[in-house]
């Protein structure tokens, strides 16, 4: 999921070709802070909904394996930029890049559904503590975010030179990913959920 290029990724590398390192960096301090916003409001609004209307877990798991086959026919149809072609962009204060980097992740349609769609799958209610296990699995893929994001950042330049070299690594890249994200839904769609089990 980290992997796919969405509105973060394309913010954090046009601000890391653009304006240097530094900037990109900046940038990803703004991201993560959206992130821990929508892991807040995501695992305590879980834990009540999971506790007052289990029912509605049969319903988040289907509309997250429906958003993740969208993702994935996103990501194999033709056309589209890529997240690493350099464009021209003016350069912002510390302060404005760390602000735009909030608000790419909190307006980013795949930042938010991904928590309300993709993390649910993984919580048991039956073990308890509902809150604490969203927290838990956002905590982890944050720190895959970061680290994976932190690696875009510090490398844009040399990527953004190879795959305008070599554009099949480009479409192989797509392949793969639109691969995974369409057996993930698949999987999520014909799991059973645990709240419907009981």
């Known amino acids: 999921m980290v992997l796919t290029p969405g509105p973060n990724m394309m913010y954090l590398v046009s601000r890391s070709i653009t304006q240097g ?8 301090g703004g991201v993560a802070l959206g992130f821990l916003i929508y892991l807040t409001a ?9 506790v007052a209307v289990p029912e509605l877990y049969l319903s988040v798991k289907l509309a ?9 026919f996103k990501t194999l149809r033709r056309g589209g930029t890529s ?27 795949k930042a938010a559904l991904m928590y309300l769609s993709l993390i ?35 490398a844009a330049g040399t990527v953004a030179l190879f795959l305008t070299k ?6 192989v890249q797509r392949y793969i990913m639109g691969t995974v994200l369409g057996a993930l839904a698949v999987k999520l769609a014909t799991d059973r959920a645990p709240a419907a089990a009981s």
Do not use: C, K
Request: hydrophobic share 55%; aromatic share 8%.
């Open 166 to 171: 070599r554009p099949s690594w480009l479409r």
């Open 120 to 154: 649910p799958q993984f919580i048991r209610p039956d073990a308890g503590h509902v809150a604490l296990q969203g927290f838990l699995l956002g905590s982890v893929q944050i720190l895959i975010s970061m680290t994976v994001n932190l690696t875009l950042v510090l």
């Open 83 to 109: 997240v690493f072609e350099p464009q021209d962009l003016a350069a912002d204060s510390p302060r404005r890049l760390f602000t735009m980097g909030l608000m790419t992740n909190l307006l980013n349609p």
């Open 42 to 50: 995501t695992s305590l609004g879980l834990a009540a909904v999971f």
């Open 64 to 72: 997250g394996a429906a958003y993740l086959a969208w993702l994935a």
């Open 21 to 28: 390192r530094r900037a990109g960096i900046v940038s990803l």
